[in-house]
């Protein structure tokens, strides 16, 4: 059980439909998508700003110490820092990987001055095995406040991630469809 009384759920899967609703566990709230909508798994490609259809086991929680406290969670946790990004470069060997920066490589910094990195959650999606150009950084993160689409994640506001991540664990998925 979370600090709260909240029962961890084993095998849970939350659902995140093109629609724009997040549910699962009592939950519904609204969730933004990838600007490309939603394409079959094996159809995404980098860059594309689409959210690939499938269920996506949560891996494990970053999060800004300096923005907020280390999330109530069973999911493993890891405190951002300014150096850290992600490998979006499909040539490159590290491709869908966490990197250290300075990074020589195409990557996106996961430290934003926005507040959308605040909290991600690594997916699973193009994960083992890591395929070239199918995608990366398909994250579960925080929405902006207008719930503009992605570019091809899945984001809900910080309350409902936060009460999301208190009942999640590494058995715990992401079902986006369509």
């Not at 724009?20 to 990838?34: E, R």
């Not at 109530?72 to 890891?78: F, G, I, Q």
């Not at 850290?84 to 060997?93: K, L, M, Y």
């Amino acid at each position: 059980m979370s600090q709260k009384g909240e029962q961890r759920v084993t095998d849970l899967t939350f659902t995140a439909s093109a629609r724009g609703k997040f549910s699962g566990n009592g939950l519904t709230c609204q969730c933004a998508l990838g600007r490309g909508g939603v394409v079959v798994a094996d159809q995404k490609r980098e860059g594309d700003g689409t959210s690939p259809q499938g269920i996506w086991r949560m891996n494990r929680v970053f999060y800004r110490p300096d923005r907020l406290a280390r999330p109530d969670t069973a999911l493993p946790v890891v405190p951002l820092r300014e150096i850290d990004g992600w490998c979006d470069a499909p040539e490159h060997p590290l491709y869908n990987r966490a990197v250290t920066l300075p990074f020589e490589a195409s990557h996106e910094k996961l430290w934003r001055e926005d507040h959308v990195y605040d909290l991600i959650v690594e997916l699973s999606h193009n994960s083992d095995p890591v395929i070239p150009a199918l995608g990366s950084a398909v994250f579960f993160h925080l929405a902006h406040d207008d719930y503009r689409q992605t570019e091809g994640c899945v984001a809900i506001l910080r309350e409902h991630m936060l009460q999301t991540l208190k009942v999640s664990d590494t058995k715990t998925s992401i079902e986006i469809s369509f």
